[in-house]
């Protein structure tokens, strides 16, 4: 007799072959269509050829694009009353958001007026066919100062950014706040961090004693988990922190702790592996340089099982549904450890998932007509899984793509932005 | 809740309260569209926070606030501030009531749970400190009737909900490790697993007891009378083998069975005897496996072939490395059952598996790839990787 969840499976399973069986058509007939685009663009020679991996061009007709751009945007100025459950979140929601828009080749403009508005970027695939649908959407977009006056606004002289305005710090939202600004206003914009007193709250933040010595705890008074220990080490790569000021043995010896018997990590000692813990884990070792302290052969095992052979996507822990915001968790945890083992054998990066499979899922399955794309059939899109499907999906053409093509698989920002903020020299904007 | 013409900030008791508005810039971005309601009350309590007001009427606002968004950090961390100061022990024990309500509403945000175990560290203490701080508080007139019983009577009711509710799991391995109350979790683990065999959640908690507990009995890991000697290692295995013949696609179980054999042996006593002989059933269960799912051909019992090749595979490999002394070196049981094995023939015989698991199970070829490589690289090469 099947209980409940293998039922529920079941039914999703069945639901999501039809639904391939459909998207594949869709896709032929849309390819079908746009044939004589793609053919266009083609004979533009060595232009196209250069963004001939970058995945927008890739996954995404420009009218999907336009639709994705366009949900994202919705995002960016105004919110429904429904949303007050994110009040403590904002800088989430502007993060999704602008990583997002940054994907798909929308950015915005250089300089340090303010007045820099969203635009498409140079290697945008279809900058000469942007509607103007699309594009007085992007004049009425809140402008560059907007945003970093925003994400200020939620900075406390005590260290670290709240979820808005007069909110305590929170290190997730301050993760999410640094992020923002890195994509939105890069290394000028990192000027309005008070790192002195970041680095203070980390320190305040990190347990001294006991058995969660090394852990940070989320906010003061808050949990202790894993979530902590990767977004304090991610801020601290983006603002270019040293860690020394920190435990990191310490942190490390809590992360070694949380492997379960899986493979996975949990989000405490003992919790069941799972997704969301496992990428933090495994991205803050890969932070401080210490991947080799836990077991890499069995965290192998434990991420490249949770691809789903049905569905094409990941699921976050062991006969849970697939969810496409861990293209990206999964997706990225099972490069870190495929790149980690290449590095050891001397090798090249290569594929370390089933490319097309996952692509499938998440084109196929979790794309909406109207934009925007969604954990599952059967859920609404959101910012959150739009922002990480689409961080999923850039990971299936990283190999030998440009910076501006791919997400930097320990920060989740695109990567010429991360390198941008870590060069040395002083870049002065024109 | 108040209509929009009784807005709190408007009622008497709120009269000597200016509200502070949030700051918004001159072009607001991501801005929430709030109630009149909510923006009201968060009004009122960013003053009394400003005030720096710790009173029962700041306790009260929190609850509004609440109940309108339970993932509001700073209300929660302010109310915790405010019960503090009140330092009134029926406060403390009507928070468990306040939580029940919101949890009628939401059960999955990690500011409930915090919440949860900071209440319990005040109403059940466990170290010096808190027990401190459990004696100073105004007794008032409760007792305290909270007893660990409810709490997990308490989780139990959310596991029927959602059997693997991530939050839910955390805390009771909190509270069970703090509580050292192990007693009843192994016929928990029993009970949900037969319910659900595919509830992962539910096996990881069992592996969670089997490590963790502390009411082992002195040289009791020898099973029930009758002249059986079966050992709660074997026993435990033998729980797993079950399931797995009931759904041999279970992948819960075969990835308990592969932690159990390798991580087990560093909290249960198991002979080298008893190893092979375990190694050596689950040898034969994976053979008959393989040709069941011969006979009856179709989609569920060729998912079963994957994991069961994918297991042996591993267990050849893993068991090779700690053979070869590569892992887990400080461990006697693997000298022990050297003698009989080969590693080289092991990671050989993996490799072999993991061959014809890139054209079973195409989706994690690029895995079983990777797999092949380090086994070549750390047991045929012999590389310390």
Partial sequence: ?430 | MASEAELLSEQPEWADLAPIPQREGVEPVVQIMYDKDYSDAMGLLRALMLKGELSERALHLTSVVIFMNSAHVTVWEFRRCVLSSLNSKMRWLAELEFMHEVNEMNTKNYQLWNHRRAVLQVILPTTPVERERNSSLRADTMVSDHTLEKELAHLSAVFEADSKHYHAWAHRQWVVGRHKCWATEMELTKAMIARDVYNNSAWNHRFFVLENRTDRREGGDKGGGGGREESEFTLEVLHAVQCLERAPENESAWTFLTGFLFKSPHFLSVSAKEYSLVVELLTKFCKVQAMAGGRKGGSSSAAGGVKCVSFEANILYLLALRLSGLEDEGLPLWGDLAPDLDPRAQAQAAIAKWEALKGMDAVRRAAYGMKIRIAEERILGSKSL
């Avoid at chain 1, 309005?192 to 989320?218: L, P, S």
């Avoid at chain 1, 932005?417 to 904007?429: G, N, P, R, Y």
Wanted: aromatic share 10%; hydrophobic share 35%.
């Fill in chain 1, 1 to 430: 007799m099947a209980t409940t969840s293998e039922r529920e499976t079941l039914a999703l399973r069945r639901k999501v072959v039809g639904l391939l069986e459909r998207g594949k058509r869709r896709r032929r007939e849309e390819e079908e269509e746009e044939g004589s685009v793609s053919v266009s663009v083609s004979v533009e020679g060595t232009k196209k050829a250069s963004t001939s991996r970058c995945f927008v061009a890739s996954c995404f007709s420009r009218e999907r694009v336009e639709a994705h751009v366009r949900f994202m945007l919705s995002g960016l100025k105004q919110l429904s009353p429904g949303f007050a459950s994110l009040d403590a979140s904002r800088p989430w929601l502007l993060y999704w958001v602008v990583h997002g828009l940054s994907l798909l080749g929308f950015e915005y403009e250089r300089g340090d007026t303010g007045g820099e508005k969203l635009v498409p970027a140079a290697w945008y695939p279809y900058h000469e066919e942007v509607s103007e649908q699309l594009r007085s959407a992007l004049e009425r977009a809140p402008n560059k100062r907007a945003c970093l006056d925003f994400l200020g606004s939620c900075q406390n002289p005590s260290g670290g950014y709240g979820g808005g305005p007069q909110q305590l710090s929170h290190i997730a939202t301050t993760y999410a706040a640094v992020a923002a600004l890195v994509i939105v206003g890069g290394k000028g914009a990192l000027e309005q961090v008070d790192k002195a007193a970041t680095k203070e709250f980390f320190r305040k933040m990190q347990v001294r004693q006991g058995d969660q010595k090394g852990a940070f705890t989320v906010h003061n008074g808050g949990e202790v988990d894993m979530r902590a220990c990767y977004l304090a080490m991610a801020v601290c790569r983006m603002l270019g922190l040293d860690t020394d000021f920190l435990d990191v043995e310490g942190m490390v010896e809590y992360i070694r702790r949380c492997q379960s018997y899986e493979g996975g990590f949990g989000g405490e000692p003992g919790n069941e592996a799972h997704g969301g813990y496992s990428y933090c884990a495994f991205a803050a070792l890969s932070l401080v340089g210490k991947e080799d302290e836990v077991d890499l052969y069995q965290l192998l095992e434990w991420v490249s099982n949770r691809q789903q052979p049905i569905e094409g996507g990941f699921n976050g822990r062991t006969n849970k549904l697939v969810d496409s915001c861990y293209s990206f968790w999964q997706g990225s945890l099972v490069c870190l450890v495929s790149d980690c083992y290449n590095q050891k054998f001397g090798a090249d990066s290569c594929e370390a998932f089933h490319s097309e499979a996952l692509q499938d899922w998440v084109l196929l399955c979790c794309q909406l007509d109207d934009g925007g794309l969604r954990d599952k059939p059967g859920t609404n899109p959101d910012y959150y899984h739009t922002c990480y499907s689409l961080s999923g999906l850039s990971l299936c053409f990283r190999i030998g793509a440009p910076d501006e093509g791919k997400t930097d698989l320990l920060c989740n920002i695109r990567a010429d932005k991360l390198s941008e903020v870590m060069t040395k020299a002083v870049q002065s904007f024109v």
